[in-house]
């Protein structure tokens, strides 16, 4: 699995974004407490700074 972005749910909570490098199949998956805070920051940033995951992300869905 490979961790490509965050997404916010409408109660607040943060899920990560994961697509299998196997098969490409999405699945979100709900932060941990324990979880790096600045690389989850990190990874919310990504798709502003890589313009092509957004897109690619977007025909996936």
Do not use: Q
Not at 2 to 29: F, K, M, Q, Y
Not at 32 to 46: K, S, Y
């Amino acid at each position: 699995m490979e961790a490509l972005s965050v997404s916010a749910r409408p109660d607040g909570e943060w899920t990560i974004i994961h697509r299998c490098l196997s098969c490409g199949e999405l699945s979100a998956n709900r932060i941990a407490g324990d979880d790096n805070a600045l690389a989850l920051v990190r990874l919310a940033l990504r798709p502003l700074r890589d313009g092509g995951i957004g897109r690619r992300m977007l025909l996936a869905l």
